[in-house]
């Protein structure tokens, strides 16, 4: 059974930092691209990143270029989203996705294995 579990959300203040950890099993994501989302109750999900199989390119929603990162080890199939200078607007639930395609992408439809998700709160 193939599983993306997400760990590492929590509460913070404003300006605070935090990283997210996305760790897979099941099967491999070596070839594969992966992706942070995130989405509030009644909202769309939103893009936050996306990185390519190798982490050669990585691509960021505008709204987060230069705060945020993210990054892979191949070698233990996990990604991570690393979180600086976290605004209270970034309150959601973030979700880590892999892709079917080793491309990195914005768009929600390449990514067919989803985690649960792990909640993130930025207090004012």
Known sequence: QVQLVESGGGLVQA????????????????????GWFRQTP?????FV???NWSGGN???ADSVKGRFTIS????KNTVSL???SLKPEETAVYYCAA??????????????????????????
């Open 82 to 84: 690393q979180m600086n």
């Open 49 to 51: 990143a996306t990185i």
């Open 72 to 75: 892979r080890d191949n070698t």
């Open 15 to 34: 300006g605070d930092s935090l990283r997210l950890s996305c760790a897979a099993s099941g099967r491999t994501f070596s070839s594969n691209a992966m």
């Open 99 to 124: 892709s079917r395609f080793s491309s990195e992408s914005s768009a929600s439809w390449p990514y067919n294995y989803w985690g649960q998700g792990t909640q993130v709160t930025v207090s004012s």
């Open 58 to 60: 990585t691509y960021y």
């Open 42 to 46: 009644g909202k769309e999900r939103e």
